[in-house]
């Protein structure tokens, strides 16, 4: 009797960590299910926050550094400022081919005209803020108009950034030919 008892133990110690371990299963797929659906609601409406935050954190910022930063284009085209025109530009456009070209010739709006000197004197950062802008661009980027008018956002943004006498108020495309 004395080693029946043991035996006894034995397969008894067997059925429980049998038992056991389908408990455990059990638990460890409930507990995957409830972390992976609470990241998944997260996801899903944090979402929406996150973009509220990614807006907001910006606006702050705006209101910091709203002295360095400028008004959007002007639309106003009965008041025009001086003109500062630039030399023309032939840059590749970004294709798996590479053989697209973009010829544009650009005239900057000033603020002022004291922003003229400036200008000329960082003529080189300019002209290179817009190669490398344009030269970034894939045809279909820029072949709507929404398209150039994006363009014209960005490169007077990259510009304005880099001016300290004024801003370019907006940017004309005097020639414009995609090949």
Same mark, same amino acid.
């Given at each position: 009797?004395?080693?029946?008892? !043991?035996?006894?133990?034995?397969?008894?110690?067997?059925?429980?960590?049998? *038992? #056991?371990?389908? %408990?455990?299963?059990? @638990?460890? $797929?409930?507990?995957?299910?409830?972390?992976?659906?609470?990241?998944?609601?997260?996801?899903?409406?944090?979402?929406?926050?996150?973009?509220?935050?990614?807006?907001?954190?910006?606006?702050?910022?705006?209101?910091?550094?709203?002295?360095?930063?400028?008004?959007?284009?002007?639309?106003?085209?009965?008041?025009?400022?001086?003109?500062? !025109?630039?030399?023309?530009?032939?840059?590749?456009?970004?294709?798996?081919? *590479? #053989?697209?070209? %973009?010829?544009?010739? @650009?005239? $900057?709006?000033?603020?002022?005209?004291?922003?003229?000197?400036?200008?000329?004197?960082?003529?080189?950062?300019?002209?290179?803020?817009?190669?490398?802008?344009?030269?970034?661009?894939?045809?279909?980027?820029?072949?709507?108009?929404?398209?150039?008018?994006?363009?014209?956002?960005?490169?007077?943004?990259?510009?304005?950034?880099?001016?300290?006498?004024?801003?370019?108020?907006?940017?004309?495309?005097?020639?414009?030919?995609?090949?």
């Amino acid at each position: 009797m004395a080693g029946k008892k !043991p035996e006894e133990n034995d397969g008894a110690v067997e059925k429980k960590p049998k *038992g #056991n371990m389908v %408990l455990i299963i059990v @638990i460890v $797929l409930l507990v995957v299910l409830l972390i992976g659906g609470g990241a998944a609601a997260f996801l899903m409406l944090g979402g929406s926050h996150e973009e509220e935050a990614t807006t907001s954190a910006p606006q702050t910022q705006d209101v910091k550094t709203e002295k360095k930063k400028t008004p959007k284009r002007s639309t106003d085209h009965l008041v025009v400022g001086p003109m500062y !025109p630039l030399a023309q530009f032939v840059v590749n456009l970004l294709s798996e081919s *590479g #053989n697209r070209f %973009l010829k544009v010739a @650009i005239d $900057l709006e000033l603020s002022d005209a004291k922003l003229q000197p400036e200008i000329d004197h960082k003529k080189s950062l300019i002209r290179d803020i817009i190669i490398r802008t344009f030269s970034s661009k894939t045809f279909e980027e820029i072949s709507t108009i929404k398209g150039k008018d994006k363009l014209k956002d960005e490169v007077l943004e990259k510009i304005n950034e880099n001016l300290s006498d004024g801003y370019v108020k907006n940017i004309y495309f005097t020639d414009f030919v995609v090949q």
